[in-house]
């Protein structure tokens, strides 16, 4: 079955430093999509940025980027020059594939990330 | 731009009491689903329906929990009785194509609060 896991239940970062927020999977399909999300306390979900597991370059967008290593089966989150409004839970999620062309999401514990000024 | 919208945003019921939840995806969207948070918890998934059937449900979406698309926006999740353990955040989520041909971006609603008593 897949997994993701993130072993960070929190952290904290200076504001303008850059952060890594961890993520690992395990999945036995050959194509998957890796996902993150932020939850900010107001509790809605907003997708941050997505990697194909056939994708050849890392994923980038803005302040956000990912860093996929493959054969480590890591998905690293990586935010660049931190803001106080990037605090929140980030969620890590996997799309596993089901049968009939479906999908699903399968959802990390998360990482409470704290910006501090 | 187009977005995912749920109501009501907090739901307070008595336990035995029949909830519905209602979303409505985005509008060219075809694949939805439902998600769950318990409180300080990931979000489960629940539930995908497409071509007004369901494609794959969860363990926990048992006999209690239903889900509708009764026309062509609304997409709705019924719990017949509600349990103090259904006491959660529950997200609606819609992605627009063939799961496996794309990315597939989930795009979520912003959520119900749901308050079991």
């Known amino acids: 079955a897949q997994k993701i896991t993130q072993t960070q239940p929190g952290m904290f970062v200076q504001e303008k430093e850059a952060v890594t927020l961890d993520c690992t999977y395990d999945t036995s399909d050959q194509s998957y999509g890796l996902f993150w999300y932020k939850q900010p306390s107001s509790g809605e979900m907003i997708f941050l940025i997505y990697q194909g597991s056939y994708d050849e370059q890392n994923a980038t967008e803005g302040r956000y980027s990912l860093n996929f290593q493959k054969a480590r089966k890591s998905a690293n989150l990586v935010i660049s020059a931190s803001q106080l409004g990037d605090s929140a839970m980030y969620f890590c999620a996997m799309r596993e594939n089901l049968s009939g062309g479906y999908n699903k999401l399968i959802f990390g514990a998360g990482t409470r990330l704290a910006v501090h000024p | 731009e187009p977005e995912v919208t749920q109501t009501p945003s907090h739901q307070v019921t008595q336990m035995g009491q029949e909830v519905i939840l209602r979303c409505v995806p985005i509008s060219n969207h075809l694949y939805f689903y439902w998600y769950r948070q318990i409180l300080g918890q990931k979000v489960e998934f629940l539930v995908s329906?497409?071509?007004?059937?369901?494609?794959?449900k969860s363990e926990i979406f048992d006999d209690q929990f239903s889900v509708e698309r009764p026309d062509g926006s609304n997409f709705t999740l019924k719990i017949r009785s509600t349990k103090l353990e259904d006491s959660a955040m529950y997200f609606c989520?819609?992605?627009?194509?063939?799961?496996?041909?794309?990315?597939?971006?989930?795009?979520f609603g912003p959520g119900t609060r749901l308050t079991v008593l």
């Open positions: 329906f497409y071509n007004n059937e369901i494609s794959e």
């Open positions: 989520a819609s992605t627009r194509g063939a799961p496996l041909t794309n990315h597939n971006e989930q795009f």
